[in-house]
């Protein structure tokens, strides 16, 4: 543990490399780094899909933020809706204890260039001004986006694993404190797609991937995912990670939202202090319809996305895919081809660093498995204890960035 820590403090110091974006300030003295405050991302959720619209509605998403910091904002997505999305009050809260109230004296609502209401054209994002608020390492952020008319299908995440909550006659209801108006449950987030925050951090992780990284397996409204297992263990260095993980995502072509190539600047190079792309994606393309058998496109894939990101400055570690046999779409070739591609994560040389989550998860008695205690009984996704492994090992890959290694 002690000689990864040191190897992640060398690492904030090689990031800040000509040609990066990072800024970090000289040293002082040894092993002390001055850096003016910054924004950075410090929560995020992928666009997943669209679902129906809540016109009238408020709804107060709960998002877990890794790092903290002496303001926000915040980046409300229509992305994939097809009309202009009329924003009629946002705001941002602590979480009091668990459910949908905020925390005393900390709601605060948010602005658009100065104003309280906003349109977010179709196909685009938006972020907010900045919000003076004091978020602490960790924190339960509640995020109300209140849409005063029905504009066309909602740009949402699927699959939170965290409950949020639905106010159905929203108007007037953004600036409650007191969540007793919030009488619906949601398990998705609806427009927020992303927090920054202002302050220490010294920038971000981007976990980039599928279903494996969105969570699916962990326990739900616990922040067990492996990007949050990471953030516990990158915050006293100043990073924050963000999840950009959709369940059902494919790395060569559009599966549940865009392909990774295709959804990779709006969703891990354009977030706010990227300094880490990790990439865990392509067990989709093997097992779905129709199956993709040429470990060859993985590989130009793969090298595509990590060109992309060095042009912006960002490192990149590359995740091995994990076993799955059991699963119902297990097939012997099918697990050729995994292996094959994860020969060419590991050898190819084309990541700054891999981590082998392969060898993390899979069964010793027989490797083309997940190990029983992190199988949740789908022989394909994570249970809390799964996720653990991989984030240790993520955690590891990070070190050896800076030492110029690949294993």
């Known amino acids: 543990m002690g000689k990864v820590k040191r190897v992640l403090t060398v690492l904030l110091l090689a990031l800040a490399l000509p040609g990066t974006r990072a800024t970090v300030g000289v040293a002082a003295a040894p092993g002390v780094v001055h850096t003016a405050p910054r924004w950075s991302g410090s929560w995020e959720t992928a666009p997943s899909g669209t679902t129906a619209a809540r016109p009238g509605a408020a709804i107060r998403n709960v998002v877990r933020l890794s790092v903290g910091g002496t303001a926000v ?10 009309e202009p999305l009329r924003l009629g009050a946002v705001s941002v809260a602590l979480r009091r204890a668990q459910g949908p109230d905020a925390a005393p004296g900390t709601l605060r609502p948010v602005t658009f260039k100065g104003a309280p209401a906003t349109t977010v054209p179709a196909g685009r994002d938006t972020v907010s001004d900045r919000v003076p608020l004091a978020v602490p390492d960790a924190a339960d952020l509640l995020v109300t986006v209140y849409t005063p008319e029905d504009d066309g299908r909602a740009t949402y995440h699927a699959s939170a694993l965290q409950t949020s909550y639905v106010a159905p006659e929203g108007a007037g209801h953004a600036d409650d404190t007191s969540g007793s108006s919030y009488r619906t449950i949601i398990k998705s987030w609806y427009y927020v797609t992303g927090v920054d925050v202002l302050g220490r951090a010294t920038g ?11 969570g699916t397996g962990s326990t739900p409204d616990t922040d067990r995912r492996w ?19 959709i369940s059902g995502n494919r790395l060569l072509r559009d599966g549940t939202g865009p392909s ?35 470990p060859a ?79 949740p009984g789908d022989h394909l996704h994570f249970t809390d204890a799964g996720m653990t492994a991989v984030a240790e090992t993520v955690r590891r890959a990070l070190g050896r960035i800076s030492q110029g290694g690949h294993g």
Not at 237 to 245: D, S
């Open 73 to 82: 904002r915040v980046r409300i997505s229509n992305r994939l809706g097809t």
């Open 204 to 214: 971000s992780v981007v976990a980039f991937g599928d279903s494996l990284t969105d």
């Open 227 to 245: 990007p949050d297992r990471l953030a516990a263990r990158l915050r006293d260095h100043g990073l924050g990670v963000l999840n950009a993980g």
């Open 260 to 294: 990774a190539l295709a959804r990779l600047d709006a969703d891990a190079l354009d977030r706010a202090g990227a300094r880490i792309l990790v990439v865990l994606e392509g067990i989709n393309d093997i097992k779905g319809l129709p199956p993709a058998n040429d």
């Open 297 to 375: 496109a993985y590989a130009d894939a793969y090298r595509t996305l990590v060109s992309r990101a060095h042009a912006r400055g960002i490192r990149v570690v590359g995740v091995t895919l994990t076993p799955f046999r059991g699963y119902a779409a297990y097939t012997d070739g099918r697990e050729d081809v995994r292996q094959r591609i994860n020969a060419f994560i590991r050898t190819g040389g084309a990541f700054d660093a891999v981590a082998d989550a392969d060898a993390a998860v899979r069964d010793p008695a027989e490797p083309t498995r997940i190990r029983p205690a992190y199988d």
